[in-house]
Each structure stands twice: as C-alpha cells, then as structure tokens.
C-alpha cells in the first residue's frame, strides 16, 4: 500500500545490488511512495548485481562510483543533480565491507591494511558522501540522510570482527556531522541500527544462521526483515520526522533492550540438560 510518504521528494541511493540488499528494498519502496531516485554503487558491484534491472522498474538511473574516491563522488553528485533538475532531499548510505572478514582473519589477527580499507568503505565513506554533498549544496533544507548500522557498534558479538570498529565510527560520524549540517541547513543525519540481515554482504559474517536464530529468539517481535528496514527508513526520509537527527535508531524487534527472552532461555536450558545427560552417561560408561 502506497501513502504518497515521498511524493515529490527526489534522492539518491548508495548500496543497491541485488533483490536482498536492504538498498534495493529501500529503492523500490521510494519509488512506490513517490520519489525520484538515483542509483548509485561500484563498478564492480554493478557487473555483480542487477542494479540496471532496479533502475528499469523504478524509472530511475545509475552512476557507477567508488564513495571511497571523492572525485568520483563529485561527479556523481553533479550528475544526480542534473537528473534531478537541482538539490534533492534524500541520501541513503548502505555500504559495508570487510576484507579481514572476507578473507577469515579474526579480529585478533587482523591485517591493517585490510582494516584500514574496512574503516574507508564502511565508516570513512559516509562522512565523504556528507561532505561532497554539503560542499556541493546537493541537499535541500530539511533533507534526511541516513546510514545503516548494526548493534555490534554497541555490543561485542561474535565473527563480526572489524566491522564493529567500522559501525561504530559511523554512528559517530552521523552526531557529529548531524550538529553541522543540521545547524546550517536543518539537513538531519542518523542511522539505523538494523536486526541480522541475510544480505549479500551480511552473508561473509561468521555464524550469521545462529546469530540470527539467537536475535529472533532474544526479540520480542522478531527480527526486522529488509523490507520492515525498507520501511522504517522510508519515515526518516518523509517529512513526519523533521525533528530527528543524529540519532542511531535501533530497527531489531526489541533486541537492543532484551537481557534475556523465555524463547532463548528455553533453547540454552535444552542444551544444558543435554550437557549434563552426555557427562552422566560419560561417567556411567567410564566410573573413575
């Protein structure tokens, strides 16, 4: 159902690759309440995906670029302003990755260089997007960028390894430039701290089957889905949210405010008697 949310409204979306990308649900449901889009995402990640199959179905373009090059960014943000006829009013940053994840180094082994391009892809290439954008004058007063987040910036959990380095940086890059932005040209920024999704990119996160079975669990609604992500971002582009920024909002079906669930509760009582029966019949086998 369609509520006219964006109508009018014109943006541009980071992150898009495919049918499961949290960016790709976000794209479409714009379109439907609305917006005018661009896409953007590597050139790399487009020969991967099938962006161009989103930008058919949402009337929309796409522009290769690197948000870790800010030459690459300055043309991308000249070119969505042309097809735009001017400033727009929204931006979604869904980028992430991590080569030390890729290529299995723990968090206790990591390679820096590795690191270093986690912090540059994740977290460093929000405040550039911010930055090319407000030096550009791309975003119109009262506009809404927001950033996807997870609650490893907060919590320690396992296999999420560097990542939790690079989202946490990223929230901090929302409050800090969420105070300039907002201050001169009432631009809020904020990010959502999203449940375990089964994305392309979420999918390199070791245990990601159990993490999201023990999130689903611990939450009293269940875990959000790309399209419940999809539509809470929706509202922090809209107009009915002009007064939030530089928050980090938690979109995980209470997980954030949870110690301990009767659901998860149950499975860890199931697994301890099954521990104890194992000892005992150990020791019924093997009497010391």
């Known amino acids: 159902m369609s509520y006219n949310l964006l109508k009018g409204k014109k943006g541009l979306i980071f992150g898009a690759l495919n049918e499961n990308s949290i960016a790709w649900k976000v794209a479409e449901r714009a379109h439907e309440e609305g917006a005018s889009i661009v896409l953007s995402n590597t050139s790399v990640s487009m020969r991967m995906g ?97 950033a996807l987040s997870y609650i490893a910036a ?24 969420g105070y300039i932005y907002g201050r001169e040209k009432k631009v809020r920024i904020n990010t959502v701290s999203q449940s375990p999704t089964p994305t ?4 390199g996160v070791m245990g990601l089957d159990g993490l999201m079975d023990f999130s689903d669990r611990m939450s009293p609604l269940g875990n959000a889905t790309a399209l419940d992500c999809a539509d809470y971002v929706l509202t922090l582009f809209s107009d009915l949210t002009r007064k939030v920024t530089m928050q980090n909002l938690f979109h995980d079906g209470g997980f954030s405010s949870m110690g301990m669930s009767r659901r998860a509760m149950s499975v860890y009582n199931k697994n301890l008697v099954e521990m104890e029966q194992e000892l005992e019949y150990k020791d019924v086998k093997n009497p010391k």
């Open 50 to 146: 099938t962006i161009d199959q989103l930008a058919e179905k949402t009337n929309s373009i796409v522009i290769p670029a690197d948000a870790t090059s800010i030459e690459d960014l300055e043309n991308l943000f000249d070119k969505a302003m042309e097809f735009h006829g001017g400033k727009f009013d929204f931006i979604l940053h869904s980028i992430g990755m991590s080569p030390n994840v890729r290529k299995g180094r723990t968090y206790d082994d990591l390679d820096y260089n590795y690191l270093a391009k986690t912090l540059d892809i994740s977290a460093l290439s929000f405040h550039k997007v911010i930055q090319v954008a407000r030096k550009k004058d791309a975003i119109n007063d009262w506009g809404s960028i927001v």
């Open 200 to 203: 392309t990119a979420g999918s």
């Open 154 to 177: 907060q919590r320690t959990l396992y296999g999420y390894n560097d990542m939790a380095d690079a989202k946490a940086l990223l929230e901090s890059i929302a409050r800090s430039f």
